[in-house]
């Protein structure tokens, strides 16, 4: 094997390393207007697109017909863990996630892959095993994909579903009155900031890698049985808090309780000691003025803007239905928990207390 680590190569790693949710909201804003206007596409098939530049949502949605529909999402990332095999799962389980978070069942995926020339390519089919390991539990197959070389190694998957357009999920389609449950503990960068200086132990490091890992398939699943869920999305590397105010749009304000919130071991401990990553500034700078969090400590804001990879799905479901949810999602999600709930729009779409 080389002598080269894997994360040596790296500068950032897993979502932390996503452009920032305001320099991506311009640069999207733009790309919106012009696709809008591309009349050489027939309006029949630009109305086949369900969802695409028009909101934030975690993946394209394409109708087929009046029973099915594709769902087609893409993530990738530079490393945040040593060992090949369990960044290959780690990245496919991300991008899995995206059409778990819509409602639908991923069916093949492509491979996308960045990896340094010096490094031993023997390292890159660990990732690749690891990345078919969760793509088979998640039953769906490797197609293909793409390979380059560049400076530093990332991996993702380019994903495709099947969903039932009359079950859709979006991520800003709440109402009042709705419970939020959230399926993973937070502190996910904050933990693997820490064990890269050297301030984490493995057995710390391990429960936040055991969390990353962790298919939202079996949350997803028991989410489509219950009548009553309006809204879902998955918590990665913009946070709690940024994914929380796409969910309240204009219309709402999510209200959550701090004390509700399962946080991994350790990363309160890494907050107060300033584990805190690029993209956990960058996503309390996007906040300002959109989230009221005067009630929190400091240690407790870094939490709820802490980007995560891997992370769980926030749902919003019918009060009436949601412990029944909770309480299922527990049996193989166990940090699953309610964490707050959907009111009327108050000045801020998100309140934190």
């Known amino acids: 094997m080389s002598k080269i680590s894997l994360l040596s190569t790296c500068t950032s790693g897993g979502c932390g390393a996503k452009i920032g949710a305001g320099e991506l909201g311009d640069i999207l804003s733009g790309l919106s207007a012009e696709f809008a206007g591309a009349k050489n596409i027939p309006m029949s098939e630009r109305n086949r697109l369900l969802v695409g530049f028009d909101g ?7 109708q087929l017909d009046e029973k099915t529909a594709l769902v087609s999402t893409v993530d990738f990332f530079p490393p945040m863990v040593e060992d090949p095999y369990l960044f290959g799962m780690i990245a496919a389980a991300n991008s899995l996630s995206d059409v778990y978070a819509m409602g639908g069942r991923p069916i093949f995926a492509l491979n996308l892959v960045c990896f340094p020339e010096k490094l031993d390519k023997a390292i890159l089919g660990e990732i690749l095993s690891g990345g078919a390991a969760k793509a088979m539990e998640a039953g769906a197959l490797i197609a293909g994909g793409h390979s380059i070389y560049d400076h530093e190694p990332k991996y993702g998957l380019a994903v495709t579903g099947l969903i039932d357009p009359g079950k859709l999920l979006r991520n800003d389609s709440c109402r009042e009155g709705d419970s939020l449950i959230l399926t993973k503990a937070l502190g996910v960068g904050l933990v693997m900031a820490a064990f890269r200086d050297g301030a984490a132990s493995p057995e710390t490091a391990k429960a936040a890698t055991d969390s990353m890992q962790r298919l939202n398939r079996y949350a997803a699943e028991k989410m489509l049985t219950v009548d009553g869920v309006h809204a ?25 309780d701090s004390a509700s919130l399962n946080i991994l071991p350790g990363a309160l401990g890494f907050a107060e000691d300033d584990y805190v990553t690029g993209g956990g500034g960058r996503n309390r700078r996007f906040m300002e003025g959109k989230a009221d969090i005067s009630a929190l400590s400091p240690v407790l804001s870094e939490i709820v803007f802490d980007p995560q990879t891997s992370g769980g799905l926030l749902i919003a479901v019918a009060s009436e239905a949601a412990q029944g949810l909770c309480d299922a999602i527990r049996r193989d999600d166990p940090a699953a928990a309610i964490i707050g709930k959907v009111t009327a729009r108050k000045e801020k779409g998100v309140v934190i207390a």
């Open 56 to 62: 934030r949502d975690d993946a394209a949605v394409y």
């Open 232 to 256: 879902c999305t998955d918590v990665t590397g913009f946070g709690l808090a940024a994914h929380a105010s796409e969910m309240a749009a204009d219309k709402y304000t999510l209200v959550i």
